[in-house]
């Protein structure tokens, strides 16, 4: 049995692709959190101090291997940018309407200042505050929005159309303000203690958009977030749709260029459509992480299943050295049990190396 190593240890020795005591998971929750913590969604989303607590229930419920701030939440930058919100008590808040209704309105938008515009403030306290309680031993993310998402939220969906339709060059402005946004925002947090950074983009994807639009617009997009923020903190993202793409090994092979921190990150659909191989020898091929993704509807079907896919991780990760699993939303209404059952599995099955590889 190898010696117990600190949470920040162990995702720091995946992250290398070196030998550690088990395979890390890791969970960015908020929404679930509230449930933990007796309070609402809306609360965990103005309160420092329940947030907080929120954490820690976290942390004491299920152990996973880091804290997040603040999970699921990527309307902070949309509301320093003037976005109206409205907060729920069992979810994140919607946005209720866009600021830059006409084209002309991007060059009246602030550029947010995160020590004083919205949210972003109350972000950048609580991550003090967990970095505070919990120290160096278990890693902190910060989430913020991709810059895809942002434009959306500022522009609405078919707005971006309309510019894209009407004008790429200067649609391809808007998605650079964003972008610029982001990344001052995301140095901010990382400032104030984060770890590594969530790039929480959930339309910049496939669908709702194809693959030559990806690369047209999305790709540069995150050449140029990821060029800022590399250095700074270590950066989680993922292409979803990933299979769509006529040539994804080739994709692939560009997300590791600017994104490698978490190496090769497979998630569905993609893992069926792919195969669990593709992205196996993808990751060892160019010697970095394999992370695999839990999706949200598992923790619905009970602990069972949970176990059961938790386990087919870690047989398809063997022997283990740089394999993560990575929960990137766990839903308000998830099972406890359920959730914790991901937990148990790793720490039965986890420990490393993993002798499974004759199951695969």
Known sequence: MPKRLSPAKRVANALRVKRGDRVPILAFIQDHAARLANCSVKDLCQDSDKLLEAQKAVMSNYGFDNLTCPAEEITIEAEALGCRLYFLDESVPVILDHPMRLPVDLYRLPVPDPEKDGRMPFVLETVEKLKE???????????????????????????????????????????????????????????????????????????????????????????????T???????????????????????????????????????????????????????????????????PGIFFRGAEAVKDKVYDYLVQGAPGEGLLIVAEKIPYEAPIESVKAAVEVVEEYGILPIHVAEET
């Open 133 to 227: 309680e919990f120290g160096k031993d278990v890693p902190l993310v910060g989430v913020v929005a991709g810059p895809l998402s942002l434009a959306i939220a500022i522009r609405g969906i078919r707005g971006v159309f309309y510019d894209i339709h009407m004008s790429e060059e200067f649609a391809k402005n808007v998605l650079n303000f964003c972008a610029d946004v982001i990344a001052d925002y995301a140095d901010a947090v990382t400032a104030a203690g984060a770890d590594i950074i969530y790039l929480a983009d959930p339309w910049a994807s496939i669908p709702p958009f194809s693959p030559s639009f990806f690369e047209k617009f999305v790709c540069p997009l995150m050449e140029r977030v990821l060029d």
């Open 229 to 295: 923020l590399r250095g700074y903190a270590r950066v989680y993202w993922r292409i979803k749709g990933l299979s769509k793409f006529k040539e994804p090994s080739r994709i692939l092979d560009w997300f590791l260029e600017i994104c490698p921190d978490f190496g090769v990150v497979a998630g569905e659909p993609d893992l069926t459509a792919l195969g669990y191989e593709f992205f196996r020898e993808k990751a060892r091929e160019n010697r970095v992480p394999l992370t695999f993704v839990l999706p």
